[in-house]
């Protein structure tokens, strides 16, 4: 079955962005929700059915890290897998962000190909 | 090769990367920059400043024509006046050559951290108040030549 998908990201540019490098990857995804921050994003994964996130690091109000915090203390979303997409790539923000539960990270540029070759197996 | 030639690469290569990687648009290295870009006229510019164990500022400086065709490009739908969608997008070009410009830097054992980025349009001119090390580099776009820009305080 199709997967949705959550994308956070403050900019709704790099939104428009991200869901053409879904479409041109060739994934099989479903719905498409978008979040401006964690705090919206937490919002809907309580009300809504997603399967995967994509999340931006730097964001204002809570920013990609707080999201995975406190996505983290939330029994019913905690096991939603999130991958992180950034042009952060230092090791320490890295490392953290797995820590909280990140299952991996997409460097920001990608290619559609880098796309699939990293979210595929989960789609 | 000394490290300022090996940014000077690096950005070259990034710049390549990002333009035909993910705004899905063919461009080339564009003969001899300019030394001074002087006043840049319907143009927008990206920028995204650098602080820390390097001070500095990288940016891409678009005529608007070629603005609006990378928009266009990057979003995978028809953009024809600098709007937001514009602003946003080479924000986020400056962002990622930031980012990579903060990795080169990096991995020369510098501790840096980056501005969010913005960008400014219309007629203007771009300097630094400090003594900086500037690197302008062309490139060539189907729609035009833009250029991008790094200064690192000395």
């Known amino acids: 079955m199709a997967k949705n998908v959550l994308l956070v990201d403050d900019s709704s540019t790099m939104r428009k962005i991200i869901s053409r490098s879904l479409r041109q990857a060739g994934l099989d995804f479903g719905e498409i929700y978008e979040a401006a921050d964690g705090h919206e994003a937490l919002v809907l994964l309580e009300n809504e059915t997603i399967d995967i996130v994509l999340s931006d690091i730097n964001m204002p109000n809570m920013n990609g890290i707080e999201f995975l915090r406190e996505k983290k203390n939330r029994p019913g979303i905690q096991a939603i897998p999130v991958f992180m997409i950034s042009t952060e790539t230092g090791e320490d923000i890295i490392s953290e962000a797995k820590s909280l539960g990140t299952i991996g990270a997409l460097k920001k540029p990608f290619t559609p190909e880098k796309v699939n070759e990293v979210l595929g197996p989960f789609m | ?154």
């Open chain 2, 1 to 154: 090769m000394s490290s300022f030639v090996e940014i000077s690469d690096k950005i070259i290569e990034s710049t390549l990367e990002i333009f035909t990687g993910m705004v899905m648009m063919e461009i080339s290295v564009e003969g001899e920059p300019p030394l001074k870009l002087g006043t840049l006229k319907k143009s927008i510019t990206g920028m995204v400043g650098l602080a820390g164990d390097r001070k500095g500022v990288i940016a891409v400086h678009l005529p608007e024509q070629v603005a609006l065709a990378v928009t266009t490009s990057f979003l995978g739908m028809e953009v024809e006046e600098i709007n937001a969608d514009v602003n946003d997008a080479i924000g986020e070009i400056a962002n990622m050559l930031g980012g990579n410009l903060k990795t080169i830097l990096s991995d020369q054992g510098k501790d840096i951290q980056l501005s969010l980025p913005s960008t400014i349009s219309g007629d203007y001119s771009f300097s630094s108040q400090a003594d900086v090390d500037q690197i302008i580099l062309s490139f060539k776009a189907p729609s035009g030549v833009f250029y991008v820009e790094v200064e690192l305080e000395n």
